[in-house]
């Protein structure tokens, strides 16, 4: 069970596939128009990815290594399909929204990232909780990246308009807006997790001998 909290932990935080990897960016930049748009093509990648991870487990051991990626991708397209029928039974405005990039979810670098790195090489669960875990971390990705693009753009957040359209910023609405937006999270990421870094760094540097460093471990922290 560990391992498996490791691997949501991978997903969400340490590898994120949006803010950490960079992988996935057409449908980043182009979808994640509203928040409702975002959220929904990441928990529509999230259900594939973590039921090609599961498929893909199982039969690792029955797939021959010279057609591993075809096998992969007729994985993954079968299960894209029937997703995309789902989608267009039951939240058939949300597949409009989505449009093409719905089948595209097939040749997307996440999925088979994961099914080769990870999925072809270790055991059910665990792969499971991986592609939960990575599919988890795309979707944070996408649906801060829709918010902030809908707020900025719109004045509006899940359709509810709360600022005059004249004072909303255009830009933040189309394809170049979504460029800046994605690089100022990203560097607010990158920011947090270097503070994070040498803070860890620092206490491992300490000796604990505290006579010959003339600082209490309280100050020290207080210092980084």
Do not use: W
């Amino acid at each position: 069970m560990n391992k498996c909290v490791e691997r949501l932990y991978n997903g969400i935080i340490k590898e994120n596939p949006t803010f950490v990897l960079i992988l996935g960016m057409c449908p980043t930049l182009a979808v994640t128009t509203s928040l409702i748009n975002g959220a929904g093509m990441g928990l529509t990648t999230m259900v594939v990815l973590a039921l090609s991870n599961t498929l893909i487990s199982l039969l690792r051991k029955f797939i021959p290594d010279g057609v591993r990626m075809p096998a992969f991708i007729v994985i993954v397209a079968s299960l894209v399909t029937i997703v995309q029928f789902i989608l267009q039974a039951y939240l058939p405005s949300l597949n409009d929204a989505l449009g093409i990039y719905i089948p595209l979810i097939v040749v997307n670098c996440i999925i088979l990232g994961r099914a080769e790195s990870y999925a072809s090489k270790n055991p059910v669960l665990p792969s499971l909780f991986d592609g939960i875990g990575m599919g988890l971390g795309f979707t944070v990705g996408l649906s801060f990246l829709g918010a902030f693009r809908e707020i900025l753009g719109s004045g509006s957040i899940a359709g509810f308009q709360f600022i005059p359209e004249d004072y909303c910023i255009r830009i933040f609405g189309l394809a170049p807006g979504a460029f800046f937006v994605l690089a100022a999270l990203i560097a607010v990421q990158n920011k947090i997790r270097l503070a994070h870094g040498k803070k860890v760094k620092a206490v491992e540097e300490c000796t604990g001998h505290c006579a010959t460093c003339g600082k209490t471990c309280e100050e020290r922290k207080e210092e980084d």
